[in-house]
Structure formats: C-alpha cells, structure tokens
C-alpha cells in the first residue's frame, strides 16, 4: 500500500531564518505531487504542483520555492522566513496518468514564524 | 475570479439525524467535485468523487450530489454519529488533477 511521509511535524523557526519541509511517497511510481498551506480555520492554497522529476508548476508568487529530485521526494524551501509564512504545510500525492483522481495527503508540518 | 462557498459556520446536529453540507460555486466550470473529512491538525481525507454528468454518489452513509447548473454540491451523512464530527472541505478539479478547495464545514454531532 502507498504511505506518504512528512516531516518535522512540527517547526518554529525565526523571521529572516531558511526553511526545509520533506515529503516522501512509498509504493508508487510517478506520482503527482503537491504542496499545500493551510492558515488556521481556512482552506487549503495550493502552492506547488509537480508531475515527474523537476516539473514543477508554482500557482502562488511567494518566497517559497519546490524542488523534485526524485520520483517520490518532494521538498518545500524558503531562503529568508516571513510572518506569514506561519501556517499548516500538508504535502500530497495522486496517481499519475489520471485526469481524476482523488489526493492522499499526508500528516502535514505546522509552522510558526516568530 | 473562481470562487468555492461552504457555511463558515458550524453545524449543530443531534446523533442519529441526517447533516447536510452545501458547496457552492461560482466562475468555474468543473470537470468533477470531490469531498474530504480533515480532523483537527491532520491532513484531509477523501471521501468521495462525483464527475460532472453524474447526478448522485453514495458511498456507506454518504450520499453527494451535483448540480452543474445549479453550480453547487450537497453532502448528505445519513444517521450520522459523533465520530462524524469534524471538518468536511468540498474541492473543484479540471484537467491536468488541480483541486481547488473550500474554506470547510465544521460538522460536531452532538450525542
């Protein structure tokens, strides 16, 4: 069965500070994979949508950047921390191939900027 | 600019009775709707996926339907239980697998 991994789950870290969130999918190939936030009581905003190795779509401007160096590894970076950075970071993955498909996501990363 | 409304606010039911949540849409046409459960600090969980031309979708207690002209989704949990409450977020998709979300439901069934 596919299991999907994040981690730290949780994080405080300063304003100005560089961040690095991790996710990994198990038991599947090609996946797509995504990068969501979640600020309190909201809905989810996409950030980043990735469909193979190294493509990578970003849907929001911001300081945050994604990288795909492997198949089933997704990676959400910041060089420099905002306040509003803050939020609850959740990372997913869908079936390839699929027009679709449902999304698995994972136990996702709380953020605090202070 | 698209726009997904679910009721901010919660909704209150006695266990045993039939909770109904609403999405509406506007500026969008989509190709199928899904919903999710997400209880407090995890991520969400799919429920169900209904696609354009389908009216109806049941699953166990669960039963969607899918207005496209209406431009709007109901979410039906029959003889619903306190383990049901939590968070029910509506999401729109097109091709290519994007979903846009709603802000959520909070649904507490009160025993």
């Known amino acids: 069965s596919q299991t999907i991994h994040q981690w730290p789950a949780t994080l405080v870290q300063p304003v100005g500070s560089p961040l690095s969130l991790e996710c990994t999918v198990e038991?599947?190939?090609?996946?797509?994979l995504y990068w969501y936030r979640q600020a309190a009581g909201r809905g989810l905003q996409l950030l980043f949508y990735?469909?193979?190795?190294?493509?990578i779509s970003s849907e929001v401007p911001q300081n945050l950047s994604a990288s795909r160096p492997q198949d089933r590894q997704f990676i959400l970076s910041s060089k420099k921390l905002l306040l509003s950075d803050s939020g609850f970071y959740l990372c997913?993955?869908?079936?390839?191939?699929?027009?679709?498909?449902?999304?698995?996501f994972g136990p996702g990363t709380r953020l605090t900027v202070t | 600019s698209q726009k997904i409304e679910q009721n901010s606010e919660a909704l209150n039911i006695q266990e045993g009775k039939t909770a109904t949540l609403t999405c509406n849409y506007t500026n969008y046409s989509p190709a199928y709707l899904q919903w999710y459960r997400q209880d407090p600090g995890r991520g969400p969980v799919f429920l169900l996926l209904?696609?354009?031309?389908?009216k109806e979708k049941r699953k166990e207690r669960l039963k969607v339907t899918f207005d496209t002209t209406l431009k709007q989704s109901l979410f039906h949990i029959t003889a619903s239980q306190p383990a049901d409450s939590a968070t029910y977020l509506c999401?729109?998709?097109?091709?290519?697998?994007?979903?846009?979300f709603g802000g959520g439901t909070r649904l507490m069934v009160k025993p």
């Open positions: 997913a993955w869908s079936p390839g191939q699929r027009g679709w498909s449902e999304q698995y």
């Open positions: 209904i696609r354009e031309n389908e």
């Open positions: 999401a729109l998709g097109n091709a290519g697998n994007m979903l846009t």
């Open positions: 038991g599947t190939s090609n996946p797509n």
């Open positions: 990735s469909i193979g190795i190294d493509q």
